[in-house]
């Protein structure tokens, strides 16, 4: 990835074991205790049944070896330590093979409220519960060696399918909705917003639209895609997705629904 990093990531010792500053225990408590705040009659129930069974302290960031215990358990998965940003090969191939990439450093008070970059709150906190489901836990492994054998090119759309189910996806339950997408369980202004807005369009997931849907990263989202349920994971995970993605590059992106980036002044 041609980005740099504010942030150095966190060596683990010997044993596997980080040492964290006392402020990095107080961000994530404060991370923490705000976001469990908003997410009850919001979050979808196979994410609160997962970070039921983490069990994350609240007083301080867990190691990763805790995670691994109950993913193993589980579903067969763990999380694996990276730098700050890590190479889209090695992305895909840790999911290939069953580890969900965890950036050790977390995000500064300054960015306390948004920061582009995955830190170990938005990993862990978004992302672990539902690795802890089946559904899930195969959707992202069969991602991970389809993107591991992929051109740039194909990626580059496999990422929106990603996007939009990963990160940003939604149910569609019998009692309204609810969110999955570890993008919007880890940001209180995105869970409300992705539930509560009339502002964002919310259409049932097809997944050849949503390999065409442009989308920005640094704002909330214009549009979501919904499922019935985290069982329609394993459907689409086992769907010809490849094919879905040539047809997409075929047919060319939807127009998007949001505004060009600013452009900076930098060269």
Not at 167 to 185: A, S
């Amino acid at each position: 990835m041609g980005k740099q990093s504010n942030y150095v990531s966190r060596q683990p010792d010997e044993n596997g074991i980080i040492a964290w500053s006392g402020e990095e225990n107080a961000v994530w408590h404060d991370l923490v205790e705000r976001q469990l705040k908003h997410i009850p009659g919001k979050a979808c129930d196979e994410y609160m049944h997962g970070l039921d069974l983490l069990n994350l302290p609240h007083d301080r960031i867990p190691q990763l070896h805790e995670i691994n215990e109950v993913l193993q358990e589980t579903t067969g998965w763990q999380v694996a330590q990276v730098p700050a940003l890590i190479p889209f090969d090695e992305f895909f191939r840790l999911l290939a093979n069953k580890q969900f990439p965890v950036a050790t450093f977390i995000r500064t008070r300054e960015e306390f409220d948004y920061l582009q970059e995955p830190d170990i709150f938005h990993e862990i906190f978004g992302h672990c519960p539902l690795l802890t489901n089946p559904a899930f836990a195969h959707f992202t492994h069969q991602y991970g060696k389809l993107g591991l054998n992929a051109t740039p090119k194909e990626r580059v759309y496999l990422a929106r399918l990603y996007w939009f189910t990963v990160e940003f996806g939604l149910l569609q339950t019998k009692d309204g909705l609810r969110i999955y997408g570890g993008g919007i369980l880890s940001s209180p202004g995105e869970t409300e917003y992705a539930i509560s807005s009339d502002k964002p369009e919310r259409k049932p997931l097809v997944p050849l639209d949503a390999l065409r849907t442009p989308y920005r990263i640094d704002i909330m989202q214009p549009i979501y895609y919904t499922i019935e349920s985290t069982d329609r994971l394993f459907e689409i995970a086992d769907l010809d997705i490849m094919a879905l993605v040539r047809e997409a590059m075929e047919l060319g992106l939807f127009e998007p629904k949001f505004p060009p980036k600013p452009k900076t002044d930098a060269a």
